[in-house]
Structure formats: C-alpha cells, structure tokens
C-alpha cells in the first residue's frame, strides 16, 4: 500500500474570555460564537484549508503549509474587525 505523507499547519483558535461572557452574558457569548463561525470559516476555505471540526469555543483547522501564512494574516484581519465590533457593542 503506497503512503503519501505531507507537511500541514494545524490552527486552534479558541475565544478569550469566553467563559467569563458566558457567565456574564450568554447571548452575547452565544452571538460571539456565531460571528466567530461566519468570520473563520469562509477564510479557512479561502486559503484551501480544512476545517476539521468545533470544541465549545474552539475551531480546529487544518492547512497546506504554504496557506498558513496567508490565512494568519487574514484571520488576524478579521479578528481585529470582530475586537471592534464588540467593542461598540458594549458601549
């Protein structure tokens, strides 16, 4: 039997403060959680990867080592973009 290895990045993200919001207030978190999903996973498609699977507030993803670099920059983008959404929110 003939095995292909590669070389992969695997991703976990996970929401800080999360549990804390949840405390705080679930909606907010269960919203955060949604937005989350709609930023990430059109992305992780976007640079070819896979998105494996979610664990609570975390996503586990997987990509060819040479998107890695071009998926962080873009997660951080929209990262920086959901920091200021909430930080509206809350005002």
């Given at each position: 039997m003939s095995q292909s290895r590669?070389?992969?990045?695997?991703?976990?993200?996970?929401?800080?403060?999360?549990?804390?919001?949840m405390e705080k207030d679930e909606q907010k978190a269960m919203q955060l959680?949604?937005?989350?999903?709609?930023?990430?996973?059109?992305l992780i498609q976007k640079y070819r990867g896979k998105y494996l699977k979610?664990?609570?507030?975390?996503?586990?993803?997987?990509?060819?080592?040479?998107?890695?670099y071009l998926f962080v920059l873009g997660i951080y983008v929209a990262l920086?973009?959901?920091?200021?959404?909430?930080?509206?929110?809350y005002q």
């Open positions: 590669q070389l992969a990045a695997i991703m976990f993200t996970d929401i800080v403060g999360y549990t804390a919001l959680l949604d937005q989350n999903r709609v930023l990430q996973k059109p979610e664990m609570g507030d975390g996503i586990l993803a997987s990509f060819s080592w040479r998107m890695i920086l973009m959901l920091f200021i959404w909430l930080s509206f929110s």
